[in-house]
Each structure stands twice: as C-alpha cells, then as structure tokens.
C-alpha cells in the first residue's frame, strides 16, 4: 500500500516509457484526490530474482527481472561499537541505479562526484539476536528457507530481501560483500492474463495481481484498475469484481479510438453492472520530464471516485467533476456524440468552455436498467459489505427472536443515517428501506440449519442525468 506518489515512486522507481503507464496512473489518482493505493507489480511465471552470495545469506533483489541486476549491495561492519570497541552488528546499504549505463560502486567516497546518483537506502546495527529490536529478521525483509514465509520488516526495503540459506541457525550473520546482485534476474517473457490473474506457476512462489487482491490483507480494495491491457485481461478484471462481489472495475477505451460512435464496450467487452468504460484518453504533463504525454484516463478516474466518497459519499455520481492533471483531451467529444455514447455505457471525458476538463458520465456497462447507474451499482455494494461485515458479531450467537431483533435494530440505525445523509430515496424512512427478520423470511429448516435470514429492501437515489426545463409563454390575454 502507498499513501502518495513519492511514496509510489520509492517502492516502484520511475518506470517511465513508451506503454509504462501505472506511473502515470498513480500520479493522476493522488493528484485527483485518491490516498490509499495498493500496487501490484507483475512479472512473468518464468522471470527470476537477482541476487547475490553473502555467506550463509543470499542478497536478493525485492522483485523478479532484470532491473534487480542494477542493485549495488555492501555489507559491512556496524557504525556503532561497543566499549570494547566492536562493532555491534552489521550495515546494509542498497542502492539502485534507475538509469545510466555505467554502474559503479556508490559507497567508495571516490566516487561521490560521479553521476547518475542511485537511490540508496541504509541497515545500520542490524544484530542477529533475535531478542532485541535490531535484529535483521524484525528490520528488514527477511525469508528463512527452513521455514519459507516472507517477513517484511517495518523499514519494508524497496530494494532487497534478507535470505537465510537452509540448514543454516539462527546467530549467524551475512559475510561481508560489496558488489552487484549480477546472479539470475531474468525477465521471462511478455505478459499475459495468465500473469494478471496471478497464481502460483513456473517460478512464481507468490501470488501476485489479481490472485494477491483476493487475500485477506487486502479485504478493503474497493476498485481495481490496470492501465491499458488486452481484451482478456479486461474480463479477467471485471470477473474478479464479480465474484468477490465488494468491487467495481474501472475500465479503458484502446488509444486512438478516433470515431467515438463506433465504441460498444457491452458488445466488445462484456455487459456487467461492476465496470464502468472511460473515453478518451487524457494529455498530461508527464511528472518525470514535464513533456505533454497521452495517457489513460484510469487512473484518474480511480482518484475522481475517491475525492467524490470522500466528500460526498458513494451515493453521489463520479460525474461532473474537474479532472485535475489533465491539460487536455486526445479527441473531443461533442453533444451528439454524447447521445450515442451514454446509451452504450461509455463514460465521456469533456471540455466545457470556462468550465474545463470534466467526467461527464456515470454508466456502468450492465443493460438491465436498474444498474446502469455507478452510484446505484456501488451504493448496493457499501452497504451490502457494511452490513455483512458489521454483523459478524452474530456467528454462533443464539439463533432465536431476540438475536433477531437486535439484528434488525443495528441494520436498522445504519441505514436510517445513510438515507438522513441522502442515499436513499424517500419521504419518510418507511419509504427509503424496510427490514425483515423474523419467521416470515426464515423456514423452521433454516433455523435448524443455523441459517439467520435478513430481508432488507433500500430504494436508492439516481444521478438527475437529464435536466430538462419546461419553458411557457403566455400571449396576453384581451382586458374584459
């Protein structure tokens, strides 16, 4: 997870270039108001880590590929010494060199005038008791091959992972080393949906994309999102969405889709209330040189939907709102292109004079009526997951009326405050949602099941998608 796009670009570096866009996207999501990311980086089934021999260690670069090959490592002696005047532990410094084809040693203060300057990061007094709060294994991010799972320290390096040879005990330390992690570090082949969805296959030990998100520690995703992928993959997104059921997928037109009539993403794509389609593509400044660069709209979006929550609230359309970033669009779009786009769920992106660059639609891709709506569709999602989580209390409490009705109240003060906040539709509360949890709902075999039943009906508001104004001129009328 990051919480900004310095801290996106110190765990993933400034992978900038011709189809690298998750750079980009980061950005536009934290510049439109977007604080939480989790960031999957993929790689192939066949690409393999660098790394490098420290004694009863390996230096291992934190991720599979090539680039790990220009990560430059130095174990050494501890600044810190103890009054014997020995050191108490050992040093780890890391650096990587994003660009630059010359890689030289970073920490020989012969050369501190040269550059490229790599980024670095630095372990001092790491101690191999496993006691204290020093110790390597609490620090960093550690894997013991006995024992297999992954550790990862509270300083969480970007660039390296600790490994504990097998058959080697604890006590021991990495030997000294000062050199490239020049072993291995592959990059396998190009990606494929296959890496997209993640599973643990050829060289890969650890689920990554799609597989990663569906773990417990990432429960509270709400919108997944990949910057310009192929076809499968797109319904390898939107069918994750779908079957963990608490998410919505934001989904890309193809760059240069110049004839905006021709878009059908229901037909092309498929027909789903837990996607929405984004065109066209945006022109941004590009955060590394300050060239105007054409990116997906996505990312940005993902940071419209997340300003709109949390000032709003999920009932309130993403729509209608500044695109922040964006200096301007790859093609513009005009009222009559609108009114072939908005029945086919695509999502325009506009220029208004005075008003700038704005999301001006709010469709999910589903036909059926009653979802077409992104507030509607995602509304039914916060609370379906409010109350699902917020009644977990209930397992294996007594299945009788009592328990029935303390249900029914909680459920009861939860959705009274999100219509009171304007989410759901109504005069009185009667009308904007009702609860049923009795024997009504339930049948005496549910019960001996272990089956509590809750039947609960909310009436959501819709986006004023259309405002049309009725104009009257009356002719005066003859004085009698």
Request: charged share 25%; net charge negative.
């Amino acid at each position: 997870m990051v919480t900004s796009y310095k801290e996106y670009s110190r765990y993933f570096g400034g992978v900038f270039g011709e189809g690298n866009f998750l750079p980009y996207a980061a950005s536009g999501f934290f510049e439109n108001g977007g604080k939480r990311l989790f960031v999957c980086r993929l790689v192939d089934q066949d690409a393999t880590p660098a790394q490098a021999d420290a004694g009863d260690f390996f230096l291992r670069a934190a991720g599979a590929g090539s680039w790990g090959k220009r990560v430059w490592a130095r174990v050494g002696e501890s600044i810190t010494r103890d009054k014997n005047n020995i050191p108490v532990g050992f040093r780890l410094r890391v650096a990587y060199f994003a660009e630059g084809d010359e890689i030289y040693d970073p920490f020989d203060s012969a050369n501190d005038a040269r550059s490229p300057r790599p980024y670095v990061e630095d372990y001092n007094d790491l101690v191999v008791n496993e006691k204290l709060p020093d110790y390597y294994g609490k620090r960093l991010n550690f894997i013991d091959m006995d024992k297999g799972p992954k550790n990862q320290g509270p300083d969480a390096s970007a660039l390296i992972v600790l490994v504990r040879k097998s058959g080697v005990a604890a006590g021991v330390a990495p030997a000294a080393f000062n050199g490239l992690l020049a072993d291995q570090g592959e990059d396998g082949g190009d990606l494929d949906v296959t890496d997209y969805a993640g599973a643990v296959a050829g060289q890969r030990a650890e689920e990554q994309g799609l597989a990663a998100l569906e773990l417990d520690p990432y429960r509270e995703v709400a919108l997944v999102y990949a910057p310009d992928v192929d076809p499968a993959t797109r319904l390898a997104i939107i069918g994750h969405c779908e079957r963990m059921r608490f998410r919505f997928a934001v989904i890309d037109a193809s760059k240069g889709s110049a004839n905006p009539t021709g878009l059908d993403p229901r037909t092309t794509i498929t027909d789903s209330s837990y996607a929405s389609f984004y065109y066209p593509w945006l022109a941004i400044s590009d955060p590394s040189t300050g060239a105007r660069k054409i990116v997906p709209p996505g990312g940005h979006m993902l940071g419209v939907f997340a300003r709109t929550d949390v000032e709003r609230g999920v009932f309130k359309a993403p729509a209608n709102e500044i695109v922040r970033g964006a200096l301007d669009l790859e093609y513009d779009i005009n009222d009559a292109h609108q009114e072939t786009l908005n029945p086919r769920g695509v999502n325009a992106i506009r220029r208004f004079p005075g008003r700038g660059i704005r999301v001006w639609g709010a469709r999910t891709l589903a036909s059926n009526s009653l979802w077409k709506y992104v507030p509607v569709r995602r509304l039914f999602i916060f609370i379906e997951r409010s109350i699902y989580e917020g009644t977990q209390w209930v397992v294996f409490e007594p299945n009788e009326p009592k328990l029935w009705a303390r249900v029914s109240d909680t459920t009861r003060l939860f959705l009274r405050t999100q219509w009171r906040e304007g989410a759901l539709f109504g005069r009185k509360e009667e009308e904007a949602f009702h609860i049923t949890c009795d024997e009504t709902v339930m049948s005496r075999d549910d019960i001996l099941n272990g089956k509590l039943i809750c039947e609960i009906g909310i009436a959501p508001v819709r986006p004023a998608e259309f405002v049309i104004f009725r104009i009257f001129q009356n002719t005066a009328e003859a004085p009698r």
